[in-house]
C-alpha cells in the first residue's frame, strides 16, 4: 500500500537496526520509554524488540486513553445509561474496560443500557438530532488527538441548539502526564525506573505541536524526539535518540515531520482553548491524582456537560489488588512481571486496563509476544489454553506442570496484594 | 362437492364464478402477522413467492417435508444461520450469502452438496419487496450452484423482535469413498493454501455499516464454493483440511485448525493476496485483514507434495484465480500461530479477543 509500505520496509529497518547497534554505547544502558500506545503496539506488532541491541531498552508509558481511564469514571457513564436512561455514545475500545461489580459498558449494554458504539463524536451529534425525545450523552476520552472533535461537537450543539446533546468529558492532556512521571519518586528520588529520554507522541503532537515537549528537555535534561506511529518511525526515532544521549544533548527532535510543526496545529488549540478549561486536578489509572492533567467544558458550555447536567460524582475505585497495571503504566513493571498476566487477566477477561486495548501493554505483549517468554511464564498453561484442546494439557509433554511454579497457580489471585 | 354432496358446477342457482384473490403486492406492501399464521395469507406468501422462485418437483409436492432417495456413502449435514446487516451489499444480498454459506460448509467438508432446506424469521413490516429480492437473489444463487432448496419454514416476529429478515439454511451433501478431510489432520510441514484476496466481504459490509459509510468499490467475495472445492479434491485426492474463514477470517480459522490438529503454523505476510482496497480500509479502521470475514474463499492444508498440483488446480477455476501458498505447518507444541512480517519480524496472529473494534488514536 502506498505510503504506507514505505514505512514499513524490512530492509531499511534491518540498515537502521545495525546503526543503532553500532551507535550504542556498549558500556551504557538506554532506558527510553515511548509514551504512546500507538507506539507500544507498533513496537509490539512489527517486533522491534528482536531488533534492538540488548542495552537499548524500550519502557512502556501510560500513554493509552483507555488504560488510564479510572474505574470511578467508567462507573459514572454506566450509571448514567442505567439509572439516568440516556443514550449513552461511546468509542469501541472503552466498550470492554472492566467497571466495578463485574461491569463494563459491554455487559451494561446486554443488560439492557443504550449504550452505542460510535466512530466519531459527530455520530454522537447525529444520534441526539436523530432522537429528539432521548437524552444523548458523548463519553468522550482520549488524549489531546481527541479533544478537538468533541469542542466542535459542543460548539455544533451550541450552533444547532440541540438540547438533549452532552459530553462526559474525560480528556487528559500529555504533557502533564510526562511531568508527573518525571516528578514521580521512582523516577526522580529512588532511581527504579532509569529514564533517559522520550518518544514522543505522534498524533497528539499533530495537534499541540512539538514546543510543549521542550520544557522536559530544558527542566528534566531528556531528550524527546516525536515519532510516526510506523515501525521505520519508531525505529528512526531510537537511533536519534541514541545520537543524543551519546553527545549529551537534550533536544526535543522531530521524526514526523510530515505531520509535526512546532505550533501544531492552531486551529484545532483554537477550538480546544473556547471550549475547555484545565481541572485542577484528575484521577488517571496508575498515576493516581495528577494536577492539572485533564479537561473540562467551560462554565459557558455547562448545559452541554454531562456532569453538572445529571449530578455526577465522581467516585475513586481502587484497582484489583492482583493488578499490576498502575506500576506497568509508570514504567516500574513490565507486562511479565504482573503475576496474573496471561494466566487469570487476558484479553477475554481483562483484570486491568492495560488488557482491553490493542494499544495496552499488557494487550500488546500479550497479543504478539507471548511466545517469547521465558521459561516461568511458559509453565503457566493458562498463556496458552486458547490452543489447546480441552483435556490436552496434562498429555501434552512440553509443557511444564504448572504446579511446578506455586507463583502462577489461581491463587495468586486471591493473594492480598502480591508483588507489592 | 358441497357438503350435501350435490355438485355445484350443475346448480345453475350458483354460477361458478371465479374467486377473486388478491395478489401479494409487492410494490408497497409489508409482512404482517397474518403471514405466518398459517391462514391464507402465509398459503399465498408461500405459493406466489418462495415455491415460484425455488421451483421443483419436491416444493410442487406441497408437503411438510421433503422425500428424497438415500445416497450411498457417507452424508455431511451442515446449518448456518444468516442475520447480517445491512441486508444488501455490494456483491449480494443476506439471500445469496445464506445459500453460498451453507453450500461452502458442505462442500469444504469434500462433499458433493445435494440439497439446501431455509428457515425464515421475518419481522412484521418487512417490505415485501426486499422479500422478493431477497428470494429471488436465493433462488438463483441456488439454481448456479445446482443445489435446490427442496424445504423450508416461515415465521413471522412482531415489529422490533427481528431485524428485518434472518434466514437460516442448512444443507446436506454426499461425501465419497477415500475423502477424509477435517480440522485434526494437518501434520507439520503440510503446506497452507488460500483461494484468493482475504477480507473482501467484511469491508464490503463495514463500509456500509451505519456511522461509517465510506466510499470503496470493494464487492463481497460471496460465491458458491462447491466446484472449486470439487477441482481441489480432484487434483489433490489427499487434501487434510479445507475450510471457508468466514467469521474471524484466516486467523481464527488457521487457530482452530492448529487446535485441532496440534500443530503450529508459520504464514508469510507477503504471500498473503490482500486487495490493496481491503489493506487501505482496514488501515484506516485499526483492522487486520487476516481477521475479517471472507464468504467466497477457502483455506487448505496439504502435504508439501500436493501443493504446486493443489494451487495450479486452484488457480485455473474462476474463483481461485488469486491462490497462493502462504505458509507451513509445524510442530508447536503450543499450537501457535506465527507470521514472519513483511517488515522482517516474528509474531503472533492470536486468536480474536472479542469482538474486532476499531481502535481510536
Known sequence: ??????????????????????????????????????????????????????????????????????????????????????????????????????????????????????????????????????????????????????????????????????????????????????????????????????????????????????????????????????????????????????????????????????????????????????????EWRGLGEVPYSALAIKERFSRFDAEPRYGVVYRPVPDHKACECGAILRGVKKPEDCKVFGIVCTPENPIGSCMVSSEGACAAHYTYGRYKLGPAKLGSDSLFAANRLPGERESDPDSTKRESDPNLTDSTFRDRNPGR | MTRDGGKVESDPTFPRRKAYVRPLDFKGGRVDMTHGSGGRAMAQLIDDLFAAAFDNEWLRQGNDGARVPAPSGRLVVATDSHV??????????????????????????????????????????????????????????????????????????????????????????????????????????????????????????????????????????????????????????????????????????LNEIARQSRVGFVLDEAAIPVKPEVEAACEFLGLDPLYVANEGKVVAVCAAEDAGRLLAAMRVHPLGGDAAIVGSAIDDPHHFVQMDTRFGGRRIVDWLAGEQLPRIC
Not at chain 1, 514505512?7 to 515511548?34: C, K, N, Q, T, V
Not at chain 1, 448514567?80 to 461491569?103: I, N
Not at chain 2, 451489499?89 to 469444504?108: E, M, Q, R
Not at chain 2, 467484511?202 to 466446484?227: K, P
Request: charged share 20%.
Open chain 1, 1 to 282: 500500500m502506498k505510503y504506507v509500505d514505505e514505512f514499513r520496509d524490512g530492509a531499511l529497518a534491518r540498515s537502521l537496526a545495525g546503526r543503532i547497534a553500532r551507535e550504542a554505547d556498549p558500556s551504557r544502558r538506554y532506558h527510553l520509554m515511548e509514551f504512546c500506545g500507538g507506539h507500544t503496539h507498533a513496537i509490539s506488532r512489527y517486533g522491534l524488540k528482536d531488533l534492538l541491541p540488548a542495552n537499548v531498552e524500550m519502557v512502556h508509558g501510560p500513554g493509552c486513553p483507555v488504560c488510564v481511564l479510572p474505574i470511578g469514571r467508567i462507573d459514572s457513564a454506566i450509571e448514567l445509561a442505567r439509572e439516568r436512561g440516556v443514550v449513552l455514545c461511546t468509542y469501541a475500545d472503552t466498550m470492554r474496560v472492566p467497571a466495578s461489580k463485574g461491569l463494563s459498558l459491554m455487559k451494561a449494554k446486554a443488560a439492557g443500557a443504550d449504550i452505542r458504539m460510535v466512530y466519531s463524536c459527530a455520530d454522537a451529534l447525529r444520534i441526539a438530532r436523530d432522537n429528539p425525545s432521548r437524552e444523548v450523552v458523548f463519553f468522550a476520552i482520549g488524549f489531546e488527538t481527541t479533544t478537538p472533535p468533541t469542542a466542535l461537537a459542543v460548539l455544533e450543539a451550541e450552533r444547532q441548539a440541540l438540547g438533549n446533546f452532552s459530553v462526559f468529558c474525560n480528556h487528559v492532556l500529555t504533557p502533564s502526564a510526562i511531568t508527573h512521571i518525571l516528578e514521580s519518586p521512582e523516577v526522580r528520588d529512588l532511581g527504579i525506573v532509569p529514564l533517559d529520554g522520550f518518544i514522543g507522541p505522534a498524533h497528539v503532537s499533530t495537534v499541540i505541536g512539538s514546543a510543549p515537549y521542550d520544557y522536559f528537555a530544558e527542566e528534566y535534561r531528556k531528550p524527546v524526539v516525536i515519532a510516526g506511529f510506523e515501525p521505520l518511525d519508531v525505529m528512526q526515532a531510537i537511533l536519534m535518540l541514541v545520537r543524543q544521549l551519546n553527545d549529551g544533548r537534550a533536544e526535543v527532535e522531530n521524526e514526523f515531520t510530515r505531520a509535526v510543526t512546532p505550533q501544531g496545529n492552531e486551529k484545532a488549540k483554537a477550538l480546544v482553548a473556547e471550549v475547555f478549561e484545565l481541572r485542577r486536578s484528575f
Open chain 2, 84 to 253: 447480517i446487516t445491512p441486508l444488501f451489499f455490494p456483491g449480494g444480498d443476506i439471500g445469496a450469502l445464506s445459500v453460498h454459506g451453507t453450500i461452502n460448509d458442505v462442500a469444504v467438508m469434500g462433499a458433493t452438496p445435494l440439497w439446501l432446506a431455509a428457515g425464515f424469521v421475518l419481522e412484521e413490516g418487512f417490505p415485501l419487496a426486499d422479500l422478493r429480492r431477497i428470494v429471488e437473489s436465493m433462488a438463483a444463487a441456488s439454481r448456479e450452484a445446482g443445489v435446490p432448496v427442496i424445504t423450508g419454514d416461515t415465521k413471522v416476529v412482531e415489529k422490533g423482535k427481528g431485524d428485518g429478515v434472518f434466514i437460516t439454511t442448512t444443507g446436506v451433501g454426499v461425501v465419497a469413498d477415500g475423502v477424509e478431510l477435517g480440522g485434526d489432520r494437518a501434520r507439520p510441514g503440510d503446506r497452507v493454501l488460500v483461494s484468493g484476496t482475504m477480507g473482501d466481504h467484511g469491508v464490503a459490509i463495514m463500509s456500509l455499516r451505519e456511522n461509517l459509510t465510506f466510499e470503496t468499490t470493494i464487492a463481497s467475495d460471496t460465491a458458491a464454493l462447491n466446484g472449486l472445492a470439487a477441482a481441489m479434491l480432484a487434483a489433490a485426492p489427499g487434501l487434510r483440511v479445507m475450510r471457508d474463514p468466514t467469521r474471524g477470517g484466516l486467523a481464527t480459522t
